[in-house]
């Protein structure tokens, strides 16, 4: 018996400037997911569709916080072996952002993991904090006190991620967990989201718009009506 309800949508459009859509959601049960592809010969859609079902997989034989970091595992190890078994997509890769609702000692929280700069964040009370953590350049940077987030954002360099699935033979996903509250909002998005919107107007969005699904669409459309320079993708959950 769960003491909250989670209801969650998604969205995800192409952007005024890409032709295609690499950017993949999941929004299924206990999990939700975003997934941002990159690599030539469409290979970034096969990835992300390869990291999202791979992640909805694993996971779902094993519903811990111990199996949500397995299933970014495995998502990296599949994605990585069809790489080097197919010239066509090598070097293909993905981000992921993915929060699932765990039992951790009896209690119900939130395990949260990322490879990459796509995001996870959560609005409590009016607030809109990060809970994933960037595998960029530029965050590096941040971190390091050399740029500032504002510099950050507006970087020539912003899109060189330092990790990824599906590079390499081994990954080391961020992952963290954290508590849950009734009336929570979570947001998971890709960089073609938070590249186009500051975070007041995420918080504005998310503090007004009712139902995941129309938050959610609402935050999608503002992006595209920015510029659309990029796939953008918005995974919206409530905690009831
Ligand atoms: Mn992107």
Do not use: K
């Not at 939700?32 to 592809?37: E, F, N, S």
């Not at 929570?184 to 009712?210: K, P, Q, Y």
Request: charged fraction near 25%.
């Amino acid at each position: 018996m769960s003491a909250y309800q989670l209801s969650h949508a998604g969205v995800t459009v192409t952007g005024q400037v890409r032709l295609t859509n690499e950017d993949r959601f999941l929004a299924e049960g206990e999990l939700i997911a975003v997934a941002d592809g990159m690599g030539g010969h469409a290979s970034g859609d096969l990835a992300s569709r390869l990291a999202v079902e791979t992640l909805q997989e694993v996971f779902a034989a094993d519903t811990t916080a111990e199996g949500l970091a397995r299933a970014v595992q495995a998502a990296n190890q599949v994605i990585w072996e069809r790489a080097e078994a197919d010239p066509l997509v090598r070097g293909m890769g993905t981000t992921v952002a993915a929060a699932a609702r765990v039992a951790i000692g009896g209690e119900e929280r939130l395990a949260i993991a990322n490879v990459g700069d796509s995001r996870a964040y959560r609005l409590r009370e009016g607030r809109l904090e990060r809970l994933s953590s960037d595998h960029s350049l530029v965050a590096d940077l941040v971190r390091a006190g050399e740029l500032t987030e504002d510099q950050a954002r507006d970087h020539p360099n912003r899109n060189i991620l330092t990790r990824a699935l599906g590079v390499g033979p081994e990954i080391e996903a961020h992952l963290v967990d954290t508590d849950l509250a009734r009336d929570d909002r979570l947001l998971l998005c890709s960089d073609g989201l938070f590249n186009e919107l500051t975070d007041d107007e995420i918080v504005e969005v998310l503090g007004s718009v009712a139902g995941p699904d129309a938050a959610a669409a609402e935050l999608v459309q503002r992006a595209n009506d920015h510029g659309g320079h990029d796939n953008i993708t918005a995974v919206v959950a409530d905690i009831r």
